[in-house]
């Protein structure tokens, strides 16, 4: 019962709401949530044609499910892409890509400023099963092109990167990758289909974590693969029969009501955290401001162009001080003292989060890791919600205004 009535060549503002209502025989407006595991077969012969995949269908949860598949459909309209997959979090779409793009044998180039997690699951995990992953400098174009080997089958960045906003230039790596025969996929949890479409700069494949902007409110885990019919359809859609890594139906129902003011959340947060980034950078007590919005950003050019004028709403600065401990006490001190935004690592939430990534999300690294990815002691990141600004103004003075 797929509304198939919406004309070609809409906005991605109205696909984001319109596309891909799965509506029932009640009519409902708003997306039903098929909270099903199995479908009923109106007979024994259509059930054999439905499993055989000679007819579509719904069979069973596992294989495909109506309001994953709406979650599915509406984000690849977002993304200009052929289709996407959904899984159970980000991490699960960056697996079901190692495991069906991959093989042992294969050489993969990825960013070194990637998610921890990433880095572990890439450089960690996949390792045992003969893929080998070097990791190179995020902005060094010239060091992606050195790592680039004969068995090379997947250059893999994300952009830009957590905490310092690091960007690359997608339409090059992508120009890279396809001169030497390999895919290029692009992690977009960051920035969303609102900053930048990596697959109309020339991505094969972009990855989401559905847990960040998508859902945007900090309700559920999701992920997804968006990329065109033959890789991401006929390859990863067929492993994930047999895989298992689906999305709950309650999950997609809810990153698919997210996709739907994705577009306001995302424009609204970027221009909080631009003069939030411009507020601080004139901050006595911060030494060094990171955001793509602000000229002091080494990449504020390519980032204007790539991400359509915005800088989206991961903001990281460092506090003044001198020596680690000091540094490290007076983060703390900052962070400690908001009432307002919430120390917790999740981001893309509307509300607004902070956290000191040196003791969290880059926690597990050596201090000489941690020196090498430029992320000192002193450094906080802030994801910017929708609180009114001069509340987080004052929120954050509370602490800046009386270090030491
Ligand atoms: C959070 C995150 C992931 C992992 O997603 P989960 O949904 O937590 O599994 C992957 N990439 C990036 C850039 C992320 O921020």
């Known amino acids: 019962m797929t509304e198939s009535t919406l004309p070609p060549g809409l906005h991605a503002d109205t ?20 909270l099903t595991s199995s479908f009923v077969q109106p007979d024994c012969a259509t059930a054999a044609r439905r499993f055989a995949n000679e007819e579509p ?13 709406s979650f599915e459909r509406r984000l690849a309209a977002m993304e200009g892409t052929e289709c996407a997959v959904a899984t159970s979090t980000g991490m699960s779409a960056i697996l079901l890509m190692a495991l069906t793009m991959l093989k042992a044998g ?12 990433t880095i572990r699951l890439l450089g960690g995990e996949m390792a045992r099963f003969g893929i080998e992953t070097t990791f190179v400098a995020q902005t060094d174009g010239a060091a992606w092109q050195a790592a680039i080997r004969p068995n090379t089958r997947l250059l893999f960045a994300e952009t830009p990167t957590n905490p310092l906003t690091d960007l690359c230039d997608i339409a090059a790596l992508a120009a890279l990758a396809h001169a030497h025969g390999a895919l290029l996929a692009v992690d977009n ?4 289909p609102v900053l930048q479409r990596p697959a109309q700069l020339g991505a094969d494949l972009v990855v989401y ?13 999701a992920g997804a693969v968006c990329g065109s019919t033959a890789l991401v359809d006929k390859v990863m859609g067929a492993f994930m029969r047999s895989a298992g890594l689906n999305l709950a139906p309650f999950n997609a129902w809810v990153v698919l009501k997210g996709l739907e003011t994705l577009s306001l959340r995302v424009k609204a947060q970027s221009a909080a955290a631009l003069e939030l980034a411009r507020w601080l950078e004139a901050h006595p ?11 002091s950003h080494a990449q504020h050019e390519l980032a204007m162009r790539q991400q359509g004028g915005l800088g989206g709403s991961v903001i990281a600065f460092d506090v003044v001080g001198e020596g680690a401990e000091q540094l490290r006490a007076n983060a703390f001190h900052v962070a400690d003292s908001t009432r307002v935004c919430s120390i917790t690592a999740n981001l893309g939430d509307v509300k607004t989060t902070i956290t000191h990534p040196a003791s969290t999300s880059h926690g597990r690294l050596t201090e000489a890791q941690r020196q090498a990815a430029g992320i000192g002691q002193g450094l906080i990141r802030i994801s910017v919600g929708l609180e009114h600004l001069d509340d987080l103004k004052t929120d954050l003075s509370r602490g800046l205004d009386t270090l030491a």
Do not use: C, I
């Open 189 to 192: 949890s960051f920035a969303s």
């Open 57 to 69: 269908g719904y069979t069973y949860s596992r294989t495909a499910n109506p309001t994953v598949t």
């Open 106 to 117: 294969d050489h993969v180039v990825a960013s070194q400023s990637m998610f921890g997690s």
């Open 285 to 295: 007590k911060v030494a060094r401001v990171y955001y793509p919005g602000l000229p």
């Open 15 to 34: 696909l984001a709401v319109r596309e891909a209502v799965e509506r029932s025989p009640w009519g409902e407006h708003s997306e039903a949530l098929y």
């Open 209 to 221: 974590s559905g847990t960040k902007l998508l859902d945007g409110q900090g309700r559920v885990m």
